[in-house]
């Protein structure tokens, strides 16, 4: 079953826009990490944040997680048309020693 | 620094005939999970190895069995297929420590 659900399930921007996905989860993490597939093929880690981390910033890639609210969000700054692909939030349980729980994506088209 | 490696990358198989999916993962990475991935349901976790043990395993049927080897790689075995295990088959393997997954491209199977 799913985890995280992702908002919205399709977003269409041009390029040079910032493209944001939000991430809400239910039950308590160890973290949460974003992932991108391109595709239909494999995924592709593009950050992790832990649960006592507010913000990450990883190149164009800007992504804060709010505990209390059991939700985070991935910002992709500057967008090009190679960021075109579907995103992924996947969750760790804070009860540890369990998989990966992913979920079902944010299609994101760049438009050029 | 060699990635994960599913083979094969594209199988059509009959109603009623069993499969066998490989995964080699990264050099150094003990611990190999594995997901079917469909439009309808996304990702769903199967199973998870680790050092040659199983250590979780997802809500599907017996059908699905998987096992790992003493070199860490692990294969994936789904007998009497159906239509309804036609899926994107992806593997990952990581560091238990730093949780993130490292994706191969995926096998994808095709049940006619």
């Known amino acids: 079953s799913q985890q995280g659900e992702e908002d919205p399930q399709a977003l269409s921007i041009q390029e040079g826009e910032n493209a944001t996905m939000n991430c809400s989860y239910k039950?308590?993490?160890?973290?949460l990490q974003w992932y991108r597939q391109n595709s239909g093929r494999g995924l592709v880690h593009l950050i992790l944040?832990?649960?006592?981390?507010r913000e990450k910033h990883s190149g164009r890639l800007r992504v804060t997680l709010d505990t209390s609210k059991k939700s985070s969000s991935l910002l992709i700054t500057a967008s090009r048309a190679a960021d075109t692909a579907s995103y992924f939030c996947?969750?760790?349980?804070?009860?540890?020693?369990?998989?990966?729980?992913f979920g079902k994506g944010t299609r994101l088209s760049v438009i050029a | 620094k060699a990635g994960v490696t599913q083979t094969p990358r594209y199988l059509i198989k009959t109603r009623g005939q069993q499969v066998t999916l490989s995964c080699s993962p990264i050099?150094?990475?003990?611990?190999v999970s594995w997901y079917q991935q469909t439009p309808g349901q996304g990702l769903q976790f199967l199973f998870e190895y680790f050092s040659e043990t199983q250590r979780n395993k997802g809500n599907f049927p017996g059908r699905f069995s998987g096992r790992q080897f003493s070199n860490s790689r692990s294969e994936m075995n789904v007998s009497t297929l159906e239509l309804g295990d036609s899926a994107l088959y992806l593997c990952?393997?990581?560091?238990?420590?730093?949780?993130?997954?490292?994706f191969g491209s995926g096998t994808r199977l095709t049940v006619v």
């Open positions: 990952a393997s990581s560091l238990p420590e730093t949780y993130g997954y490292t």
């Open positions: 996947a969750t760790a349980s804070a009860s540890g020693n369990t998989p990966l729980v």
């Open positions: 944040i832990r649960s006592n981390e």
């Open positions: 039950t308590s993490i160890n973290n």
């Open positions: 050099s150094g990475h003990r611990s």
